[in-house]
């Protein structure tokens, strides 16, 4: 990564993951985080990636990081809650809702992860 910037490289993730080649956004997205592991755009596109090829464990840690990198970006706590219900683990979904109201996060989507019903 010595002769591009990190935007630029990140940059580079994005159009290959929009176009589908997954490896090569994973390549680009690894460079970024071992250069700096907390990026947020790299952590959660590292996330969407694992939830894209059905590994929605692993995507996990991605959120996180991303959140705690950066809690004002919206799109970061939907995916969390997201991939969280996806895994039914609607508790937890519920406490990172709750916790993205509390960071000034305030979304139709995430008012109903935090208080909708079980049936």
Known sequence: MTEHTITEVLQMAVEAH?????????KYYT???????IHPDANHNMGVLAVGVG????ALPF????????????????SLIDNLT??????????V?????????????????????KP
Do not use: M, Y
């Open 55 to 58: 590994k929605h464990e692993i």
């Open 18 to 26: 929009k176009s589908g080649d997954v490896k090569t956004a994973d």
């Open 86 to 95: 996806h895994l039914k683990r609607n508790n937890e979904a519920q406490e």
């Open 63 to 78: 959120f996180e990081k991303a959140i705690n990198a950066n809690p004002k970006i919206e799109q970061f706590w939907l």
């Open 97 to 117: 809702a709750q916790k993205a109201l509390k960071n000034g996060i305030n979304n139709q989507k995430i008012l109903k992860a935090c208080c909708f019903t």
């Open 31 to 37: 460079a970024i985080l071992k250069r700096n592991p």
